[in-house]
């Protein structure tokens, strides 16, 4: 496994991307926001982003036992996550607490916005 080391991505860099379908991504507004991809392209990441943001906040502790991996491998993932810019979390006592970034998905979305009616659309 690769011990790369993933920026944490500064999400006032991805704000100022018009949705791709508008106009082609500079590289390096690309760059910022291809970590936050490549971290929701792994399956666990994925299923750990969705049971983190179908709640309001979730302990570490509910979401271990979902997976049939060791406690350190899934912190690694939320640890991924994190740094990509997608959760934020809080240590309380000996757990840790994770939240969904809205603020990221949201300029995720807007990124990826394809307006009805566009070439790219119906093609």
């Known amino acids: 496994m690769s011990k790369q080391v993933l920026p944490v991505v500064d999400l006032q860099a991805v ?17 910022v926001v291809a970590p936050m991809f490549k971290a929701l392209g792994d399956p666990i990441r994925l299923r750990l982003m969705s049971m983190i943001a179908s709640v309001p906040e979730i302990c570490v502790c509910d979401l271990t036992p979902a997976f049939d991996l ?14 990509a810019g997608l959760v934020d979390s809080d240590r309380r006592g000996t757990w840790v607490w994770y939240r969904a970034r809205p603020e990221a998905f949201r300029q995720l979305g807007a990124l990826l916005d394809l307006p009805a009616g566009s070439a790219q659309a119906t093609a």
């Open 15 to 31: 704000a100022c991307c018009s949705p791709i379908a508008v106009r082609p991504l500079e590289a390096e507004q690309a760059a």
């Open 70 to 83: 060791s406690g350190p491998t899934i912190s690694h993932h939320l640890k991924v996550l994190r740094e």
